[in-house]
Structures are given as C-alpha cells and as structure tokens.
C-alpha cells in the first residue's frame, strides 16, 4: 500500500504553475520522495526525487517541508501535454514501488 | 539507451492459453520490476528481481503467474492457463540498485486481452 495521500484531481490553467501537494507524515530519515507521472497509457515518467532538500530539474521543482511530512511538485509553466496522472512515492526498503491512485492533473487551455 | 523494451505490445489470447511477456532491460540495471495496471485496481506490483534473482513475489496473483530472469537482460511474465480478469497492461521497470535514491525506468508495456 502507498505511504502517500494525494488529492484526486486538479485543475490548472495553461501557463500557471501547478503544484501538487503530498503528505507521507509517516516517512523515515532515510527514505527519499519520489515523483512519477503516467499520460494516458504509456508507462510512467520519472520526474525528480529528493531526500531532505529541495531539488529542481528541466520538469520540474520538488518542495519538502521541513519535517518531511509533506512535499509539492511543482510545474512551474503547465502546458496541455503535462495533463497527466501524477503520483508521490515513498518506496518500502529503499526500491518497491508502490503507486497510489495519484492525482489527475487536468491543464486547461 | 533504448530504454527497457517489452514486447509484445500487444497481445490479444483465449482463455486457458499460456502467455507469455518479455522485457529486456536498461543495460547495466541490475534491479527490475514486474508491474500490472487495472482501472479497477490501479498499478500493482507483482515481482522483482536483485541482480537476477527474485527478492520478493508476494504481489503475484496466483500459481497461475511465474516470472523468470535467467539472465541480466532478459526476464519473462508467464501466465499459464490465462484468465480473462487478467487482462490489464504489464509493463516492466529497471533500475539501476536496490540501493535507496535510484530511479525507475518504465516499459511502454504490454496490453493483454484474454477472450
């Protein structure tokens, strides 16, 4: 079972940032937050991950809170093409994967 | 890097015939992971395999399911007979380690229909 609770679903106006929230209260010290996003069918994209600091790449920024109970991802320019399912992970022993319902982000023109 | 590559992409059966779903992974990973996707039950983790050998199974369905990885870049999904409530995408992930902080690389996946 996923150590994430997520919203459902979102909407978010092209161009405007999206920020996806997460809380994982019970994450360990040493577990790091991960963020995947699946489009439609094809299989899910990677799309940063972070342990204690706050990480940005060319897709997006990830936020933590400082006692690592909660995180955001960040789309800083949402476009039609990031309308996707997002999902926050914390994995059991460092690599099973376990993906929750996520959220549905719907990027609105 | 091709990326992992499953074949087929799609695979369309009867039930009671053996499937049978292939994935080569990212060269050089030594983790890889068997995953199902149902709307009713979302992705699902069925196995994984720690440099070619199988570390936890516990989300396989059934005697029905088997997994094999006899070498670093292959691994086999065998599902023997087929049912049709196991119609659903497989797809297939590497990673480089089990270590914590390593990434997951997904399939495109094999969409199964069992009539």
């Known amino acids: 079972d996923a150590k994430t609770t997520q919203p459902t679903s979102m909407d978010c106006a092209e161009g405007r940032a999206a920020n996806l929230p997460c809380n994982h209260s019970t994450i360990s010290g040493n577990e790091y937050v991960y963020w995947y996003r699946q489009i439609h069918s094809q299989g899910p994209q990677y799309i940063i991950h972070g342990l204690k600091n706050n990480e940005t790449n060319e897709m997006a920024s990830l936020i933590i809170t400082e006692d690592r109970k909660s995180s955001t991802l960040i789309l800083p320019h949402a476009t039609l093409r990031d309308t996707a399912v997002y999902y926050c992970i914390v994995p059991y022993n460092f690599n099973k994967f376990y993906f929750g319902s996520g959220t549905k982000l719907n990027v609105k023109p | ?115």
């Open chain 2, 1 to 115: 890097d091709a990326g992992v590559i499953q074949s087929p992409r799609h695979e369309v059966t009867e039930m009671g015939q053996e499937v049978t779903l292939r994935c080569k992974p990212i060269s050089g990973h030594n983790s890889l992971f068997w995953y199902r996707q149902t709307m009713m039950r979302g992705l699902e983790l069925l196995i994984y395999f720690n440099n070619n050998v199988p570390i936890d199974d516990s989300g396989m369905p059934e005697d029905r399911f088997s997994a094999k990885m006899p070498n670093a870049s292959f691994s086999t999904l065998k599902i023997q007979p087929s049912e049709p409530r196991d119609s659903a995408v497989y797809f297939c992930a590497s990673s480089l380690g089990a270590g914590s902080g390593e990434k997951l690389f997904f399939g495109s996946g094999t969409q199964l229909s069992v009539l």
